[in-house]
């Protein structure tokens, strides 16, 4: 099941992440990452203000370099794997599906497919190595690890827009 795209208002949100490169199909690697980022984030005492994403930095199928990660109450000390940022505020173009993970791909691309069609344009620029994106995520309302992807794992794909004055 899939809602109907729409445009949303987000404000900024401090997140803490693991920056990993990954070759599609990585599925296999999700568990050891969400390990590895739980473990960081109960060695610090913090918890997650809200649910899990993955956030796509630079798309260059079948490369993604990639951040996934948990909004925090505020931005907290990075080093090696571990980043600290700010998404941003903004229009976003956001679609919800309701099913496995194996059908994100498709998801991304209807969503992508319909914003061009109604005339919107990403906050993202073509580099040398493929597509940059100011905010590219698809937040898991379903943890990733519980869930492994069934057919009620609800998903939203949300992708920055460019500001009217950009």
Do not use: Q
């Not at 199909?25 to 203000?49: D, Q, Y």
């Not at 073509?126 to 597509?131: H, K, L």
């Amino acid at each position: 099941m899939l809602t109907l795209p729409r445009i949303v208002d987000r404000p900024e949100v401090p997140y803490f992440a693991l920056k990993r490169t990954v070759t599609l199909p990585f599925e296999a690697e999700i568990p050891g990452i969400m390990a590895t980022l739980r473990s960081c984030l109960h060695a610090r005492n913090v918890v997650p203000t809200g649910p899990v994403f993955f956030k796509h930095n630079l798309v260059a199928m079948p490369l993604i370099d990639m951040e996934f990660g948990v909004p925090v109450e505020r931005l907290m000390p990075a080093e090696g794997d571990f980043v600290s940022g700010i998404l941003p505020s903004g229009r976003y173009a956001e679609v919800t599906y309701l099913g496995p993970y194996d059908d994100l791909m498709e998801v991304n691309g209807l969503l992508i497919m319909w914003a061009r069609e109604h005339g919107h344009s990403f906050d993202a620029r073509p580099e040398r190595s493929g597509e940059w994106f100011a905010n590219r995520a698809e937040i898991y309302h379903t943890d990733p690890e519980d869930d492994k992807g069934s057919a009620s794992s609800r998903t939203t794909v949300s992708i920055k827009l460019k500001d009217a004055n950009s």
